[in-house]
């Protein structure tokens, strides 16, 4: 009569695969967690192309990343002890699966503690970046100092700008060289373009001692403003920063109010 107590080829077969499906299981947690280290790595990156959003801190995504690596290679071994604990159960005819997994059992704890901890985390950090997305853009003075260019937000339309300026420029006795009506000439040439307009004007009074000191500062003057509307429909208002022509030209401190006055003209015609 047969002994149905000993353990069988299809026993044996069925151990190792439970070990293999635990291999991959580690596998699959180390896989995610260099994914999860990584992903914080690209939002770091994002973050910095968009200076729309402020600086965040995703270094719990390394962090978690890090645990679910380590519990990848946890696995593993202790996958590695139980196949072996049961080959040893086997060859002495014990029950094998008397007990429930307490492999299993820790790692679905685990992995259910660092989920829940990853969700927490995801929700915390997401409000952050949809309330700075959703902020409206600056209206005040926005510096691109990168190109030496300082722009303003216009409360009027491009043409009531223009006038405002214009009548600015005309009580405080400077001369309006010229208006370069660009969206005009486009429009005379078939083609389609914001409305933009670039006023020209200056003082010799004040922009011969800057020429003479520099006379290179003759490529930037007359002074000039730029009043242009963009694609949703707000009107900018562009110039030169005074900081910006000093460095470039080499301008003596003491003229720097001689173009300084170009902020206070748009910041006027901005009112």
Known sequence: MPDDSRATPRDFLAVERTFLAWIRTGLALMGLGFVLARFG?????????????????FGLSLWFG???????????LLSLVR????????????????????????????????????????ISVRPIAQDNASKPRET????????GILRTASNHSVDETVTRLQGILQ?????LFTIVDHSGEAASAGLKMPNTKLLIFGNPKAGTPLMLASPSAALDLPLKILIAEDATGKVWISYNAPAYL??????PPDLLPNIAVIEALAAKAAE
């Open 41 to 57: 790595i690209f939002l770091r990156e994002f973050s910095l192309n968009q200076p729309n959003l402020s600086a965040q801190s």
């Open 66 to 76: 890090t645990a679910l690596i380590f519990l990848g290679v946890l696995v593993c």
């Open 83 to 122: 196949y072996r604990q049961l080959l040893q159960q086997l060859q002495q005819a014990e029950a094998p699966l008397s007990s429930p997994s307490a492999l299993a059992v820790t790692v679905a704890l685990v992995l259910a503690v660092l989920g829940v901890a990853m969700a927490i985390y995801l």
């Open 140 to 147: 005040s003075m926005s510096p691109m100092p990168e190109i």
């Open 171 to 175: 009580s405080k006795g400077v001369k």
């Open 246 to 251: 000093q460095t470039r030209h080499n301008l």
